[in-house]
């Protein structure tokens, strides 16, 4: 009896071309999407740009976040070279439609709003574009599992996902690849595509950091963005990251954009 339930099981999982317990690619994407983040965080970021000839561009940022209903703002304030000093930027995320993006500008001593159509614009001078900084809706594509168990870069044991958007005007690639964690759902590379499907970008999470606040938290903490057609890259590192602690409402707001204080 046991061995003829057993192979009833097994017929039943061939018959249907999946195992019972497998997880699909959207529910990988949709936990990815849904990982638990800090109320609050704080930290200093280093951003360094690197042509293709090795020449290098070291950039200081602070960086404050918020999240409230699963929602996330983040205000990043340049603080050298001078080239971008005092360059400020706000990003609230939405649900369902597109976050709000603003950028002060000292040039210009104005705040203006990052219009939906400059989602593929270089933000200021890296390898991320503004689509980039911003957190894409799992229902916006399509999701196949590609692998369930796959070595790659600084991890291992990890899930394979590529994601095909379902509008193919709603993004600047053709498609994703993503390699994700199977403990915290974090995607700790991922391949980007042009509209021509050839590899443009490269982003890879070199570091994952336990930070501990109201609850652990597993945090990127350093990251780099290739553009392998140009051969330019953007890496950023958070250092003297805080979480949990409390940060004043205003600065989530265009208001500090414009002038930098509370």
Known sequence: MKLLKTLTAAALAFALGTSAFAIDGTEVMQKAFDRQKPSFSKAAVEL????????KEVRRVGEYGRCKNNLTDVVMIFISPASVKDTRFLQKENEG??????IFLPALRSTRRVASSEGDKAFVGTDFTYDDMSSREVSD?????????E??????????????????KSSQYSYRISWVTKDNFIPTYIEMYDKKGKLLKVNEIKKIEQKVGNKTYNV?????????QTGHSTTLKMVNLEVDKPLADGYFTPNFL?????
């Open 220 to 228: 990127p903490t350093e990251n780099i963005m290739t553009n392998v």
């Open 48 to 55: 360094t740009l690197v042509d293709k000839n090795g020449s």
């Open 151 to 168: 070595d790659k870069g600084n991890f291992k044991d990890l899930y394979v996902v590529k994601s095909t958007p379902k509008d193919a």
């Open 258 to 262: 414009n002038t930098g204080r509370l």
């Open 97 to 102: 439609k597109d976050d709000d993006k603003w």
């Open 141 to 149: 594509d399509t999701h196949e599992l590609l692998k369930e168990s």
